[in-house]
């Protein structure tokens, strides 16, 4: 049953949600430790295939093709490969807080492909600050070299914004009416069923599959295509369903502020006065992008 405002089993989850998403940057680069980040990204997508049709087919929902699909599915899920090669391969070479910054400016690329090729998503005055705002922000993460513990690398920093670039991309091309009439659930399974076979074959291009590889680093291979891609997203839909949308979306600016956090924490990253300024030149950036009047 729909309902027009939030209560505490529906905080519950957006507190929880948020904090999945946000540990995930972590758990992505503690494991690629053991497992090349591209062979990673794959075999995550190709294992979600089958936690995702396992939940579709637990819950009735239909895994059929829609006429018209194929060319835009093929499409969407290319992209989304590009989008976790370049979010894989980032959280490889840079510190997670100067990823998370520099992969959340995907409001900012969305907005800026929505102003020209989706209707009612014209850039106000408003919006436009906002714009400017969070592009400050971007750049002024990417042009700053003091990340700490000697890994600020502008490699990392551009594979994080060709991570945003690809995650603006998949949002637009899932809210295309080829794509949004076949639903989220088989949107995310072209995403993921395209996605495994194309990384996995580009994996050897980017070094040794296996580096030092342990017993917790296949645990949280599994972890990831299952909680992560299958449950975080399949929660999200479910929340989006339930509560306004407005105050679900709000939800998602804690995810980059507790990833800074999670990062200082566990990793022992420095948060310098540039990095959390950029951070704050971001999130006030994409509040304004998200205003409606």
């Known amino acids: 049953m729909r309902k027009d405002r939030l209560d505490g089993q529906g905080l519950a989850a957006l507190l929880g949600v948020a904090m999945l998403l946000a540990a995930n940057q972590v758990i992505v680069k503690i494991t ?17 295939v089958l936690f995702i ?21 093929l499409l969407i899920g290319t992209v989304f490969a590009a989008e ?30 929505a102003h020209f090729g989706l209707p009612g998503e014209r850039l ?44 603006a991309g998949t949002a637009f091309l899932a809210r295309r009416p080829a794509m949004a009439k076949v639903g ?19 994996a050897p291009a980017f070094g040794p599959l296996l580096r030092a590889v342990e017993p917790i680093h296949w ?7 299952s909680v992560v891609v299958a449950g975080g997203f399949i929660t999200w839909l479910w929340l ?11 939800f998602s600016f804690l995810t980059p ?18 990095i959390l300024g950029a951070a704050g030149l971001v999130a006030v950036g994409i509040i304004l992008i998200n205003r409606r009047g």
């Open 240 to 250: 989006l369903g339930r509560y306004p949308a407005a105050t679900v979306a709000s």
């Open 184 to 202: 989220p659930e088989m949107q995310l399974l072209w995403m993921v069923g395209v996605s495994g076979p194309i990384l996995l074959l580009a």
């Open 84 to 113: 976790f090669l370049c979010l894989f391969m980032a959280l490889d070479l840079t510190t997670v807080s100067r990823a998370v910054i520099i992969f959340y400016s995907m409001p900012v690329w969305l907005a800026i492909a």
């Open 257 to 274: 502020i507790l990833s800074l956090l999670f990062g200082w924490l566990v990793m022992g990253e420095h948060l310098g006065p540039a």
């Open 32 to 48: 690629t430790a053991g497992l090349q980040p591209v062979f990673f990204a794959g075999a995550r997508s190709a294992l979600a």
């Open 124 to 167: 106000s005055p408003l919006r436009g600050l906002g714009l400017a705002l969070a592009f400050a922000g971007t750049a002024w993460a990417i042009l700053d070299r003091s990340g700490g513990q000697g890994q600020a690398s502008l490699a990392g920093d551009l594979y994080a914004l060709g991570g945003a670039l690809g995650w």
């Open 219 to 225: 645990f949280w291979l599994v972890f990831q295509a």
């Open 53 to 73: 049709a396992g939940w579709m087919a637990l819950r009735g929902l239909p895994m059929r093709y829609v006429r018209g699909t194929l060319g835009p599915g």
